[in-house]
């Protein structure tokens, strides 16, 4: 039972590249509308994380085949733990570990920004009934205790 209505599911890695500059067209996915937005096509995600970044998210058996289909982009599929956070408290943990305003207004559905949680930099975006957030791999048990803590689990 915690404290709010959330469930915290530690999500399987997945393929992560970073390209700066042009989007390259073998992306497979049409550019976000502005920065810190993101457009989804099945299991793809691409996200315009600022001014010419991109953060492409895709299964992680597809690693491969984006690797050869994009040689700029930067790997960093190791490097990043997710989180999803989902239910009705979602809202309420996201507000206690970052500062960045989630409202629907300032943050919508298609929102996708770094910011910082619990101290520490953070990538986040929406998921159906909660939030989806990224950690730095090697704060991933401390973080996940951290969310653990503030949803009243520990």
């Known amino acids: 039972m915690t404290r709010y209505d959330v469930t915290i599911t530690r999500l399987p890695l997945r393929a992560l590249f970073e390209m700066r500059g042009a989007l390259p067209g073998d992306a497979g996915l049409p550019p976000p509308p502005a920065p810190l937005r993101l457009t989804q096509a099945g299991d793809r995600v691409l996200a315009m994380t600022g001014p010419a970044r991109w ?9 491969e085949t984006l690797e050869r289909a994009l040689p700029e982009a930067v790997a960093l599929s190791d490097t990043l733990t997710f989180f999803a956070i989902t239910g009705l408290g979602a809202g309420q943990i996201m507000a206690v570990a970052s500062p960045l305003d989630l409202h629907a207004s300032a943050f919508p559905e298609d929102g996708c920004a770094f910011t910082e949680a619990f101290g520490i930099r953070a990538l986040v975006r929406r998921l159906p009934g909660g939030f989806e957030i990224g950690v730095d791999a090697s704060h991933a048990d401390w973080f996940a205790a951290m969310l653990d803590r503030v949803a009243g689990c520990a």
């Not at 953060?55 to 690693?63: D, G, I, R, V, Y």
């Open 55 to 63: 953060l492409l998210m895709a299964p992680l058996a597809q690693e």
